[in-house]
Every structure is written in C-alpha cells, then in structure tokens.
C-alpha cells in the first residue's frame, strides 16, 4: 500500500489519536442523481485541479491512513450503462494524481435506490476486506469537498470516545416545528440543536448490523446517525465540531463557491523619501548603516521600513502611514519604525492576509547597500516572521544627479504581493 502522508498539526493529532493502529475505512457517497442540480452531476464538477469528487477524497487521505477507500456510483438499468457510470466515476475521482496513486485500495460499489441502500452496499463491500478485524468506518459526501483536516480529526477522536461521531454546527436561524397545516406548533430552542454534516464516523460491525435491521424495517431513515441511533443497543453518537464552510454542494448556485475558496491576491506599492542630513543615523530595514549622513525625520527615520509599511497597508486596504502614526502626534518622535511595521503587519494579518513576497529599490548616492544587504533582509524577514526568500532590496545610485545623485536625499520604492 503506497501512502503519502503530509504532516500537519491536524494529522499529528490524528496520528496521536491513532495509537491503538485502528483498521479505517472511507465510504465516499457520490450514487445521488443530483436531481436538484437539473441532473448535472456535482460530484464529477471541476474543482482545484481535479473535480469535486477527487478534492474530498483528498484532504482524507492527506489526514489518516486509511487502508480500503470505497467509492458509490450512480446504478443503472443495464450492464452497458452501469460500466459507463463507473468509469465516468472512475475518472471523477482520479482526476487528482495524489488520489489516483491510492487506486488499488479503492473499490468502487454501485450504489442503491436510496442513499441508505448505497451505504449498506458499500459497507457489505468493505467488510469482505475487514473479516478478521472491525475497522472505523467514515461516510462522507463526495460533494463535501470543503471538509478539513480539524473536522476529520475531531469526528475520528468523537467516534474513539463515545463508538460514533458526526460533525455538527449550531443553525444561525431559529427554528420551529410546524404543524400539519404549516403554522409553528413548538419553539425550538437553538442551543440544543444541531446541523449535521459529514464525515459521520462509526465501528463497521455495529453500523452493517444496524443497516441490516433499518432494511428490514422497511423504512427510510435521515442518515447514518439515525440508523446508530435506533439499532444499535445504547448507541450514542458524539457531535463534533464541525464548519459552516463543510457545506455540501446541493444547488446550482452553489457552484460559485468553489470561486470563493480560490486564493485572493493584492498588490501594495509604497515610496518614502527622507532628507539626508549629518547628526543622524542612517537606519535601513531596522538596520544602522555606517555613514556620515542619516535620515531626517520624526521617528528614526527608517525610509526603507516606512515604504515597506505603505505597501502593506495599501495592498490591504487599511489605510497609509500617515493616517495610522500621525506625525503630529508626539508619541511617534524618535519611534522606532520595526515597532511600527508591526503593528501594521499585525492588524494585515488579522485581516486573514499572508505575505506572497516583497521587492523594494532604494535610491542611495553613498555608502554602497550591497554589503549590508543580507542583515538588512534578515531583518525585515524576522519583523514580519517570514521566510528571507520572500524579501528582497536592492539599491540604485543617483549618478551623482539629483537630490540622490548629490546626498541631499533618499529614496525607497517597495512593492508587495499579499494572498488569502
Ligand atoms: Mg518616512
């Protein structure tokens, strides 16, 4: 079994969790007809490379390692068009490589009339993988591509505490149960309800017994967590953390969210130009630069730091220098300008923004930038807590022209690329 593990802090908690080396299984629903979708198949959709399908089989085998994968289908009248459904499922679901590399631990189950009856199809299949052990089986939607690695690793640990698990957010609105003629019959009460979503997180043995006395009911039932409920003695199943962005795919309109979750990216221009006078320090990136000239100014006069500033807030619409550390306030005389980078960087950063890089020209006559360079990008990197590859400077003369050209000034042009 070929497996590729990427280490995140989700995983790791997963892998702790994992200690006993559970058997896990992963059901994939994707038989529905997508009937409210006008019969365009969501779960085969493009999406990030691959399609709907592919991006949440992903992000489960990026989190636990899971050693059968079974994947439900659409089912069909004849054989010809049943090997149809499964190949286009096939492809569907493949359509990421790192998905394809796990093919031959995957099956694929055609799935029943109901999702009920796909589920219990597909359960029957595993367990013929599973007969001397009873593996944690997860059931997830395989139009649910936006569940994490959190969401999957809090429903694993719910299902080890209480035998099931499913993830569950709070309902923004409130909710009432209706009467038969559709008037409010009884006020709901908020804080004691919950929306499920998937992955629901069970033990294969109980869940395939409960599926088998939940058919011979003849009756349908919500989903998985209901069947538990009922059939299974003393079942209980533990509410997870789950996300209101776990949504699953149901109408056309949602289509457009997929675009939501693309990156978003800025870009930010910044320029300060400080006088060059004697009696001052030349301060550049946080650095002091030897020279018999230095920026004038009312705080330490950092021109390369206070264009780097304006980039980033111009990029994240927060503002400029200017309007965040007035010059006539005194509290900014003689500030030193990383305190002031940081908090800006601070309030960028809450607002969700990552650094995609930044490049900056200073204009300077004397003394010459280049051996300075790598502390002064050192600097920078350890003020935004940022790789140094993501920052570069370097420097232009004046050609003895000029405000720069003559030592009277100096000049930062920065420029940056932020994403979320
Ligand atoms: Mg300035």
Known sequence: MTQMMILTTA????????????????????????????????????????????????????????????????????????????????????AHPSVKERSSDVIFVAGGSSRQASVFNALKEIKKHFNDSNPIVFIHDGARPFVTEEIIA??????????????????????????ESGCIKRHLIRSLLTAVQTPQVFHLDQLLKAHQLAQDSGREYTDDTEIWDLFVPGGKVKVTKGNPSNKKITYKEDIDFPKEHSAMIRTGLGYDKHALVSGRKLMLGGIE????????????????????????????????????????????????????????????????????????????????????????????????????????????????????????????????????
């Open 289 to 420: 630069i030897e020279s018999d000239l230095g920026e004038d100014g009312h705080s330490d006069g950092d021109v390369l730091l206070h264009a780097i500033t304006d980039a980033l807030l111009g990029a994240s619409g927060l503002g400029d220098i200017g309007s965040y550390f007035p010059p006539s306030d005194p509290k900014w005389k003689g500030a030193d300008s990383k305190e002031l980078l940081k908090t800006v960087w601070a309030d960028v950063k809450a607002k969700g923004w990552k650094l995609g890089n930044l490049d900056c020209v200073i204009a300077l006559e004397k003394p010459k930038f280049l051996p300075h360079r790598q502390k002064v990008i050192e600097s920078i990197s350890s003020v935004l807590e940022v790789n140094q590859d993501q920052i570069f400077v370097k420097a232009k003369t004046g050609e003895k022209l000029g405000d720069i050209g003559q030592r009277r000034a100096v000049e930062v042009w920065a420029t940056c690329l932020l994403e979320k």
């Open 154 to 179: 809090d429903a694993y640990k719910g299902a080890l505490e209480a035998g099931a698990a499913v993830p569950g957010i709070q309902p923004v609105d409130t909710q009432n149960e209706l009467d």
């Open 11 to 94: 995983t790791m908690k997963v892998m702790t969790t994992n200690s006993n080396h559970e058997d896990l299984a992963l059901i994939i629903v994707a038989a529905g007809s997508s009937s409210r979708m006008g019969g365009i198949k969501k779960e085969y959709l493009p999406m990030n490379g691959g399609t709907v399908l592919s991006s949440s089989a992903k992000v489960f085998l990026q989190s636990l390692p899971f050693s059968k994968i079974a994947v439900t289908y659409p089912s069909q009248n004849n054989s010809i068009e049943l090997k149809n459904s499964e190949e286009k499922c096939r492809s569907a679901l493949f």
